[in-house]
């Protein structure tokens, strides 16, 4: 590309490195010539890729589980005879401020020792860090400790977020990173919707006793995850990572084996790889410049990634944040009951993402992104206005939810997927923690600060007035990607930032 120090070129052959490892690691400025991305991107699916997936995906899951079984054990935890001494307003707003407030500080904390230190490392220690302090919340006696638990659980979980987005995207072919990105995300649904089922099942009083029921639920959890550690340990490395970093061989002889695997499960010759990328590794990259690389190289894309993020953070506060409340107060459903509405809803977040991906890989993103924030946007403000006017029951209500969040969750899983593919590479964990903590602290934290006033003032034009503030900033967002959104569709992701080690990357 014309004005890059930098060279995706039309070579052929595969080029090793032409020093060690541990001679690029002594010499900043020795060039490394590679196309191990070339052969990443042109690996056609299979097993082997499922596994990444499965290994590293399944965070959402987590999440998604976390977030629904702490909603609706609230009650429950203030019930006398519950074991822990502790109200529902500091659950509902304690400790959710707490478990936000420990993703974000996770996300950046493990989001720049993954730029250092590797991806692989990384993954391993955050789902551990999550692990422990899932099964020890099991075991509060006390509100201090509960809600200690949940601020170390959200750090867990923020660094899932930084470290697995940039190992995903640096593995996954180029022509499907899209739509596998918009599943993984959505996913979390899955997440909401059985922790939402289990704990209809282990709240039950007729089954678990007040005291046991709630701490059952967390060990949904560690189960889970302790399944998700035993195949994340046969994930690799990223082999982009490792060549960045001066350790270029222990790439090649990487993404030879992960060929010769791709090549036994598919039966399939491969390609012959073009594109080659020449970079100087260096040893570490300072705050500074990344700072400057976000800031002044890339500020359309650090606009971009921003309105993205707090577009769907505040949408997703005005539906979902309130909605049992809504549901209560509003349509007279029992507190018991809101639950099935929920799943109703989390079946609708999921299906988005499934259904429409491979969209973002075909049409493209400008046009997918955009359209799926403008298009939520407006339903909601049809859902707002019909609302108002007092056309809606519970059933319809859920509905409308349904197809807003339809789209809605597909354009949210894109916001994820646009900061972590148009960073360069040495800092993309680093980039997607930033605007992880940015939309989870506005949504997590500013939120429920005011749709919580709104929704739960119990008059109609407060919670009319709740949608429509998410509805205007979605639309808002959507704009914004429309103007200066980039047409990341099948690209290599050194074609859309090349790396700091490679050359003086441009906004675009």
């Known amino acids: 590309m014309p004005g890059k120090r930098w060279a995706m070129q039309s070579d052929t052959g595969r080029t090793a490195s032409s020093t060690s490892a541990r001679d690029n690691a002594d010499n900043d400025t020795e060039p490394i010539r590679t196309q191990v991305p070339a052969r990443l991107d042109r690996l056609p699916w299979s097993r082997w890729h499922w596994r990444i997936v499965i290994g590293l995906g399944t965070v959402w899951i987590l999440d998604g589980l976390e977030v629904t079984i702490v909603g609706n054990i609230a009650g429950r935890l203030s019930e006398q005879g519950s074991g822990i001494a502790i109200t529902s307003a500091q659950v509902t707003t304690w400790a959710a401020a707490l478990y936000v407030a420990g993703a974000c500080c996770g996300a950046l904390f493990f989001g720049r020792l993954a730029d250092r230190h590797g991806r692989k490392k990384l993954f391993m220690v955050t789902l551990a860090v999550y692990l422990g302090a ?9 509100a201090w400790f509960f809600l200690l638990c949940r601020f170390v659980t959200g750090f867990g979980i923020g660094g899932e977020y930084a470290a697995i987005n940039s190992a995903i995207d640096e593995l996954i072919p180029a022509r499907v990173r899209g739509r596998i990105d918009l599943i993984i995300n959505g996913t979390f649904w899955i997440g909401a919707a059985v922790g939402s089922l289990a704990s209809v099942v282990l709240l039950n ?18 189960v889970l995850g302790l399944v998700i550690l035993l195949v994340r340990r046969h994930v ?20 030879a084996d992960i060929e010769r695997t791709v090549t036994e499960q598919t039966g399939e010759a491969l390609p012959e790889a073009e594109g080659t990328v020449v970079i100087h590794p260096r040893r570490s990259i300072g705050f500074g410049e990344v700072a400057s690389t976000v800031l002044r190289t890339y500020p359309r894309r650090t606009v971009l990634g921003l309105s993205l993020f707090v577009g769907q953070a505040f949408l997703y506060n005005a539906v979902t944040f309130g909605y049992a409340v809504i549901l209560t107060t509003f349509f007279q459903v029992p507190n018991g ?6 799943v109703v809803i989390a079946v609708g977040n999921f299906l988005g993402p499934l259904l429409l991906g491979r969209l973002f890989d075909t049409v493209g993103r400008k046009t997918m992104i955009a359209g799926t924030y403008v298009l939520s946007g407006l339903l909601l403000f049809g859902t707002a206005a019909l609302f108002q006017q007092g056309a809606l029951n519970a059933t319809t209500m859920t509905a409308c939810w349904t197809v807003v969040l339809f789209f809605a969750s597909a354009g949210a899983s894109s916001a994820y997927l646009t900061v972590s593919e148009v960073f360069p590479l040495e800092i993309r ?16 934290i500013t939120g429920p600060l005011l749709f919580n006033g709104l929704v739960s003032s119990g008059k109609p034009a407060d919670t009319t007035l709740a ?33 700091l080690s490679s050359a003086a990357p441009g906004d675009g």
């Not at 690799?236 to 993404?255: I, K, M, Y």
């Not at 949608?467 to 290599?492: D, K, N, Q």
């Open 337 to 342: 009951s809101t639950g099935y509405y929920f």
């Open 236 to 255: 690799p490395e990223s082999p982009r990572w490792l060549f960045t970093h001066g350790r270029a061989q222990e790439a090649e002889d990487l993404v």
């Open 205 to 222: 009083t007729s089954l678990f006793a007040t005291d046991l029921g709630w701490r059952l639920a967390f060990a949904i959890g560690v």
């Open 467 to 499: 949608f429509c503030i998410g509805a205007a900033l979605m639309v808002a967002a959507g704009l914004v990607e429309a103007a200066i959104g980039v047409r990341a569709e099948g690209r290599s992701l050194e074609d859309l930032a090349a790396p």
């Open 134 to 142: 899932t099964a020890v919340t099991a075991l509060s006696w006390t």
């Open 429 to 444: 964990a680093l980039c997607i923690a930033f605007f992880y903590a940015v939309g989870t602290a506005l949504g997590g």
